[in-house]
Each structure stands twice: as C-alpha cells, then as structure tokens.
C-alpha cells in the first residue's frame, strides 16, 4: 500500500462545481502539503498544514480551501471550479525537522 | 525568497550517454537543495539531497549532484543513462525545514 494515497485519481468536472480532493497518509507525520502542477512552472504551494490546528497558505491559495481532518487526513476543496484549476494535484507530507517530503501519485483534475 | 531556474527544459539522451541536468538557485541564506523525478503517472520521488558537509551528494539510480555555493548551482548526472530513466526530474530548494520551492523541470528523455 502507498503511504500517501490521494483520491479520486483522475476527475473531470464543469466550471462551477464544488470539487474535493482528498489525502491519505501512513506515515505518521505531522506535515501535510498540497501543490499543483503546471506545465512548464514545476509545482506551486497552495496550502500546507503542520498540524490539526495549523493551517497555512501557500504561494497561491486564492480560489483553494482545505480541511486536515486528522493527523492522517488533509482534503483540498475548489469551492466553486474553473478551468484555469485544471492542472495535475499532488499532496506530500513531512515529518517535524525532516526536510525532504514524500509524495503521493497526484490526481489529474480537467475544469470544462 | 529562494527561486531555482532549470536551465533545460527537455533533454534528449541516447542509452549509455552521460547526461546533465542544470539547476541554478537563488537564495540570500543557506539553502537545502533536492533532486526528485517523476515518472510517467507517478507522483515525486526523491532522487538526492544536500543539506550540509561534503558538496557531492550520490542518491539512488546512480545520480549524483554538485552544490557550489559560489556559483548557486546543483547539477545533477548520471554517466551513463538507461531507457528507463526516461522522466521528468525537477530540482527544488528549501531555506527552512518545511517549504519548497521547484524549478520548472527537465524533461529526459533516453533513446536506444
């Protein structure tokens, strides 16, 4: 089993629909991170979470909320979509004063 | 703030070939630098990491990096590819234990 599980894998909406992605993990850290993936800029920061009751935005959250349900659980919610949030998602986690983070298989999300 | 510039945004390599890839970083503090790859549906994988001492760092697959700190640079090789090094690799610096900031990726692609 992945140690960071993100669902649904693939999504294909219409602009205006309330989105959900969600994000799993094993590992017992305390870090949670989601980014999104554009062609040709890398991954950008949209929020990152250092615990149940820490939540911080990142580079570009405008448009993004989240939820960190439990240490093991951090949802990414696009409240109402549109298509310039069609872009590749991916959720990460990090342990407290561990710097490399670790990656889930992201999930693909196309806005209509 | 850190930014990294990826000199090459595509790669082509044929098998057994050496190759590099650039990163250039910018950063008015001591940074901690990473290479990760991202094979074809995959999320990020972590390739290698500088965070202190000795400035050639090896990490798995048979890659190693360069940090030169006068020269901002952390250039990744391999001095000799295999097909199945065919991906996306992204170099990423850290200021802190927590963000990351990425460049846009390098795409390689191997050729027999």
């Known amino acids: 089993d992945a140690d960071v599980t993100q669902t649904p894998r693939n999504r294909i909406t219409k602009t205006g629909k309330r989105i959900m992605l969600e994000c799993s993990q094993t590992?017992?850290?305390?870090?949670m991170y989601w980014y999104r993936q554009d062609p040709g800029l890398g991954l950008r920061l949209i929020y990152y979470s250092f615990d149940v009751k820490d939540i911080n935005k990142g580079e570009i959250s405008d448009g993004y909320s989240v939820s960190r349900q439990a240490q093991a659980k951090f949802s990414l919610s696009l409240e109402s979509a549109i298509p310039n949030q069609t872009a590749l998602y991916f959720c990460?986690?990090?342990?407290?004063?561990?710097?490399?983070?670790?990656f889930g298989d992201g999930t693909r999300l196309s806005i209509l | 703030a850190q930014s990294v510039t990826q000199l090459d945004s595509q790669v082509p390599v044929f098998e057994e070939a050496p190759v590099e890839l650039r990163c250039n970083y910018s950063?008015?503090?001591?940074?901690?630098l990473f290479w990760y790859v991202q094979y074809p549906n995959q999320g990020l994988q972590l390739l290698l990491k500088?965070?202190?001492?000795?400035?050639l760092v090896k990490g798995i697959n048979g890659f190693e990096a360069e940090f030169n700190k006068s020269q901002t640079s952390f250039h990744l090789r391999k001095p000799s590819v295999h097909i199945s090094d065919t991906a996306e690799y992204f170099c990423?610096?850290?200021?802190?234990?927590?963000?990351?900031?990425f460049g846009a990726g390098t795409t390689v692609t191997v050729r027999a």
């Open positions: 990423a610096v850290s200021e802190d234990d927590y963000k990351l900031s």
């Open positions: 990460a986690t990090s342990d407290r004063g561990e710097k490399p983070q670790h």
């Open positions: 950063s008015s503090v001591s940074v901690y």
């Open positions: 500088y965070l202190s001492g000795s400035t």
């Open positions: 590992k017992g850290h305390d870090r």
